[in-house]
């Protein structure tokens, strides 16, 4: 059983930024692959970006340019940094982990950006 802890949500203005953590329980976190999901009220969860075991990156074009997955491995943590960040980014936002076809979800952070 993977746990997974996020943090860093909140409320910030348009065109400003904020950084998701993760941090996951277990001992082989660098075999995991990571993502980042967002959830807006009334919408599916979608993909916003992932990151493989062996770092290779990718994005929802609504995240190109503007967002950017990181992962630290002796940490057991992974991050979204967001920038430029606008109203149609606010959304719950979710860590996933997966191993082997098992997936893992975190409890969500909420980012709402409003001025």
């Known amino acids: 059983q993977v746990q997974l802890v996020e943090s860093g949500g909140g409320l910030v203005q348009p065109g400003g930024s904020l950084r998701l953590s993760c941090a996951a329980s277990g001992s082989i976190f660098r075999l995991y692959a990571m993502g980042w999901y967002r959830q807006a009220p009334g919408k599916q969860r979608e993909l916003v970006a992932r990151?493989?075991?062996?770092?290779?990156?990718n994005y929802a074009d609504s995240a190109k340019g503007r967002f950017t997955i990181s992962r630290d491995n002796a940490k057991n943590t992974v991050y979204l940094e967001m920038n430029s960040l606008e109203p149609e980014d606010t959304a719950a936002y979710y860590c996933s982990a997966n191993f082997r076809g098992e997936g893992y979800w975190g409890q969500g952070t909420q980012v709402t950006v409003s001025s």
């Open positions: 990151i493989t075991s062996s770092g290779i990156t």
